[in-house]
Nanobody
């Protein structure tokens, strides 16, 4: 069983930055593809970014070079999402997911979510 705990959300002004972290329990963290999803009120959950077990990355079209996903397998079993040039439309609950990659992420485990609010 993998447990995921997100942190780093908060309130930021438009144009600002935040770094989200997702700490994973379990010794097989490095085998999983990891991803960040987000869900805004009244909208469907959407994939923000994926990083495979081999550290390949893929991003939602709306990211457009503003976000970077990375992972630390060696010591911290943690995946990060660095978000720059934030916009009010980035406001959402951001969820971390662990799973397997087959063209897209197939989530098997979810975190509880962390709120990101971008003010205009």
């Amino acid at each position: 069983q993998v447990q995921l705990v997100e942190s780093g959300g908060g309130l930021v002004e438009a144009g600002g930055s935040l770094r989200l972290s997702c700490a994973a329990s379990g010794r097989i963290f490095s085998m999983y593809a990891m991803g960040w999803y987000r869900q805004a009120p009244g909208k469907q959950r959407e994939l923000v970014a994926v990083i495979t077990s081999g550290s390949g990355t893929n991003y939602g079209d709306f990211v457009k070079g503003r976000f970077t996903i990375s992972r630390d397998n060696a010591e911290k079993n943690t995946v990060y999402l660095q978000m720059n040039s934030l916009k009010p439309e980035d406001t959402a609950v951001y969820y971390c997911a662990a799973g397997f990659y087959s063209g897209t992420l197939l989530p098997a485990h979810w975190g509880q979510g962390t709120q990101v609010t971008v003010s205009s």
